[in-house]
């Protein structure tokens, strides 16, 4: 049965070089892949400039904190770009960019200031649990739905990663990235001929930030940029902190210090002509939960990142079939499972319980709804109004 790896409470280790760390530095490709592959194929955006964003974060996130900290495309803004470029709304590349601009700038402040750090004191630890509870079972059912699609496939990939969860000799990734690859080849016979003609190539691209315009500014931070805020100070800001500081008690973290680095990978991103990114708590959960302790797993990730924006970014879609979406909900799954593990720290008092549980319910469907209920419910409960 899968339970929750113990938090690193040993001698820090800045970074470390074994089999698991490099198992454990694709943990994330769960959520990754998917968000990735929608900004590419239905908002346009290129992906040298995504893929080198992204690489640059990764390497910039494992040297400054020494730990598996993610970098992941903000969902709801991924969500929003993707369905209204769809359904034909103008979400151009450029909005995207100056989406990403503008989530820099506000999350530098927020950071800089004490604002973050503040918001997350007032909070309460029951609305934290909560959220990051939430986001586990949500990583879970979304894992789940992804599975069923294609359950032949999926569920013998989730049993085998299982029984390897704890496995030194072969680590549960390497596993799911080969099995991933066998069934790609499988299904599309086609993809041999292709792979076979990929060859490196350098295709950068418009340079996005000179093509912004009035309208994709206001196009970006309206529709793309502004539904995100709450997700990511609940999950990338306060939740990514609280996980950060269970699993790695001898190198606490601030809300602030999240905040300032999301900031600066978005400004840098958004220059390269990236999409927004934030450090998740589910990252982090899922990067651990396959074997990573330390700076080396993200710097390893984003290194193969940058080569592949430098060298293949031209044959990132052909890549992007070799990992069928049943064996990324696996993925996905077992990270969901590692959150929601190690939140179960609930209070021994009943109202506090009532709260984080509340919370987590409504935290599956939507993180911004759970952050404004968790807030309301908790200030109730401390009044007496609320008596499970």
């Known amino acids: 049965m899968a339970h929750a790896v113990a938090p690193d409470t040993g001698a820090p280790r800045a970074f470390r070089f074994d089999r698991m760390e490099w198992a454990g530095a694709f943990g994330d490709l769960g959520t990754l892949v998917p968000f990735v592959a929608a900004y590419v194929a239905l908002a346009g955006v290129g992906p040298f400039g995504l893929l080198l964003a992204f690489g640059l974060a990764y390497i910039a996130t494992?040297?400054?904190?020494?730990?598996?900290?993610?970098?992941?495309?903000?969902?709801?803004?991924a969500a929003v770009a993707a369905t209204q470029a769809a359904a034909g709304v103008a979400i151009t590349p450029e909005a995207v960019c100056a989406a990403t601009l503008a989530t820099g700038v506000f999350w530098l402040l927020m950071g800089l200031t004490g604002a973050a750090r503040r918001v997350g004191e007032w909070i309460g630890r029951p609305v934290v649990v909560g959220l990051v509870l939430g986001l586990g079972l949500a990583f879970m059912l979304e894992g789940v739905r992804m599975i069923a699609a294609a359950w032949w496939i999926g569920v013998p990939a989730l049993a085998i990663a299982l029984l390897l969860l704890e496995s030194r000799t072969l680590p549960a990734m390497f596993f799911l990235i080969a099995f991933a690859a066998a069934v790609a080849?499988?299904?599309?016979?086609?993809?041999?001929p292709t792979l076979a003609q990929v060859r490196p190539a350098l295709d950068p691209g418009p340079w996005l930030p000179a093509r912004l315009t009035l309208n994709a500014l206001v196009v970006g931070v309206l529709f793309v940029a502004l539904p995100q805020v709450p997700l990511t100070l609940g999950n990338a800001i306060v939740g990514v902190t609280e996980a950060h500081?269970?699993?790695?008690?001898?190198?606490?973290?601030?809300?602030?210090?999240?905040?300032v680095s999301t900031g600066l990978i978005n400004l840098c991103g958004g220059l390269l002509g990236g999409v927004?990114?934030?450090?998740?708590?589910?990252?982090?959960?899922?990067?651990?939960?396959?074997?990573?302790?330390?700076?080396?797993a993200p710097i390893a990730i984003g290194v193969l990142l940058v080569i592949a924006?430098?060298?293949?970014?031209?044959?990132?879609?052909?890549?992007?079939?070799?990992?069928?979406?049943?064996?990324?909900?696996?993925?996905?799954?077992?990270?969901?499972?590692?959150?929601?593990?190690?939140?179960?720290?609930?209070?021994?008092?009943?109202?506090?319980?009532?709260?984080?549980?509340?919370?987590?319910?409504?935290?599956?469907?939507?993180?911004?709804?759970?952050?404004?209920?968790?807030?309301?419910?908790?200030?109730?409960?401390?009044?007496?109004?609320?008596?499970?």
């Open 62 to 77: 494992g040297l400054v904190y020494r730990a598996p900290v993610p970098v992941q495309p903000m969902k709801a803004a």
């Open 185 to 192: 080849l499988v299904q599309q016979p086609d993809l041999v």
């Open 245 to 259: 500081n269970r699993l790695f008690p001898h190198r606490p973290q601030t809300e602030s210090r999240f905040a």
């Open 276 to 296: 927004p990114m934030c450090h998740g708590a589910g990252g982090l959960a899922a990067h651990y939960r396959f074997g990573a302790r330390s700076g080396t």
């Open 309 to 388: 924006a430098l060298f293949f970014s031209g044959s990132f879609r052909t890549l992007v079939e070799l990992f069928p979406a049943s064996v990324l909900g696996v993925m996905l799954f077992l990270s969901g499972l590692q959150l929601a593990l190690g939140s179960c720290d609930f209070s021994r008092d009943k109202s506090e319980r009532f709260v984080a549980l509340g919370t987590a319910a409504v935290a599956i469907f939507h993180v911004g709804a759970a952050f404004a209920f968790g807030v309301a419910a908790l200030a109730a409960a401390r009044r007496g109004w609320v008596k499970p």
